[in-house]
């Protein structure tokens, strides 16, 4: 069935450090990837997204690459602040089908100022 | 704010009962998404309406329903509710079988 695999699921950085999330999918049907940002107690907010036909996308400090071949994506996140703080969630899709989302099982990141 | 209303943002409840949630998704979007989020399960996809109709279920129990009526909001209803049941459950909401899905703030549920 549908899976996502999220790796690791806790991840403590120093301010200023990059920080790597690591997701992998099953179905090779999908074709959209998001990642989603929550902080606690709020709803999770889209901070990148990248669809098949693209290897990698970048958003000022945040990237994202994703290897079809592998069924694997990756956050980038560098120059990490404290406001970086938070639960992030990659996410796996297949657009013009359903588009519902299965998420990974998530990584709480923290930065330490 | 991104658009999408949940309401109520906190309910409580006994074990047995039964509750609605609603949502009302962002203007124009025809797809309506429920999650679940629990502590240790993350973020689990329950059902998609697209335009009034059912259009996808993930691992969603046979005591909870949902519809999305013709002007578009949408209803969860949960029954025979146990304290399992207690979780964040999120509806989100995106133009149509694609592209960036909206979340509300969510419904916080507690079975007591």
């Known amino acids: 069935g549908e899976n996502v695999e999220q790796h690791p699921s806790t991840l403590s950085v120093q301010e200023g450090d990059s920080a790597v999330i690591k997701c992998t999918y099953s179905?090779?049907?999908?074709?959209?990837f998001p990642w989603y940002k929550q902080e606690l107690g709020k709803r999770p907010q889209l901070i990148i997204d990248?669809?098949?036909?693209?290897g990698e996308k970048k958003d000022q400090r945040i990237a994202v690459t994703l290897n079809k071949t592998a069924k694997h994506f990756s956050l980038h996140i560098t120059e990490t602040q404290p406001e970086d703080s938070a639960v992030y969630f990659c996410?796996?899709?297949?657009?013009?089908?359903?588009?519902?989302?299965?998420f990974g099982t998530g990584t709480l990141l923290a930065v330490q100022p | 704010d991104s658009g999408v209303t949940q309401t109520p943002k906190h309910l409580i409840t006994a074990t047995g009962q039964r509750v609605t949630l609603r949502c009302s998704p962002r203007?124009?979007?025809?797809?309506v998404y429920w999650y679940q989020q629990s502590l240790d399960q993350g973020l689990q996809f329950l059902i998609q309406?697209?335009?009034?109709?059912?259009?996808a279920k993930g691992n969603i129990l046979e005591r909870f329903s949902a519809q999305q009526f013709p002007d578009l909001h949408s209803e969860l209803n949960l029954s025979s509710l146990e304290l399992g049941d207690s979780a964040l459950y999120f509806c989100?909401?995106?133009?149509?079988?694609?592209?960036?899905?909206?979340f509300g703030q969510g419904t916080r549920l507690t079975v007591v």
């Open positions: 989100a909401s995106s133009v149509g079988p694609g592209g960036e899905a909206f």
């Open positions: 990248i669809r098949s036909n693209v």
């Open positions: 203007s124009g979007d025809l797809s």
């Open positions: 996410a796996a899709s297949i657009e013009g089908a359903t588009n519902k989302l299965i």
């Open positions: 309406y697209y335009n009034g109709e059912e259009r």
């Open positions: 179905d090779s049907a999908s074709n959209y």
